[in-house]
Structures are given as C-alpha cells and as structure tokens.
C-alpha cells in the first residue's frame, strides 16, 4: 500500500525559506511521477511542482524562480525547497505520487507566511 508522509511545514516570515519533505513507502518510487499541491482556505487544490522519474521539473507561474523541487530515490523522498515565501503562499501542501494511472496524496503540511 503506497503512504505519503509529509513534513517540514511550519510558521515562516515573508521573504524566509521552508523545505518541505516527503517519505513514500510500499511505491514503486523511483519510476514514478512526484509532486507537490497546496490548498489554500477556500480554494481549490492547485499544482506546484512535479518531478518525473527522469528528473524533468515543471513549476507552476506563482512559484518559478523560487521553489525548487527535487528527489532522492535511495530515500524514496521528495522535497520541495521554498524561497522568498510570499504571504500568498500560504496552505496546506500536498505530495501526490503517481503510480499506473492512480494518484495517491499525503496528509498534507501546513505553510504559513506572515507579512
């Protein structure tokens, strides 16, 4: 059974740094696509990052230039490391591995970015 286990959210200043983490287990980690999502109170999830099997990024306008997000597969882990936080940056993050054709999600890890 594929677990997603998210970590390393907490209360950061704007203009701070968060690196987000997460710990898959019982996947096929290192062919499948990773990446990460946040949902901010009172919209819809929306994508951040993804990363495939072969190291290819793609990042979503808001973030670009600031986010990084990368993988280790000897750990079967994902980060995503969060520069120039923004106050708009703030929610829940989500990590979502894809595995055949079925996307699994984690708990999520709240970010919050005071001004």
């Known amino acids: 059974q594929v677990q997603l286990r998210e970590s390393g959210g907490g209360l950061v200043q704007a203009g701070g740094s968060l690196r987000l983490s997460c710990a898959a287990s019982?996947?096929?980690?290192?062919?499948?696509?990773m990446g990460w999502y946040r949902q901010a109170p009172g919209k819809q999830r929306e994508l951040v990052a993804t990363?495939?099997?072969?190291?290819?990024?793609n990042y979503a306008d808001s973030v670009k230039g600031r986010f990084t997000i990368s993988r280790d597969n000897a750990k079967n882990t994902v980060y995503l490391q969060m520069n120039s936080l923004k106050p708009e940056d703030t929610a829940v993050y989500y990590c979502?591995?894809?595995?055949?054709?079925?996307?699994?999600w984690g708990q999520g890890t709240q970010v919050t970015v005071s001004s």
């Open positions: 990363i495939t099997s072969g190291g290819s990024t």
């Open positions: 979502q591995e894809i595995q055949l054709v079925r996307a699994y």
């Open positions: 019982g996947s096929m980690f290192s062919i499948n696509t």
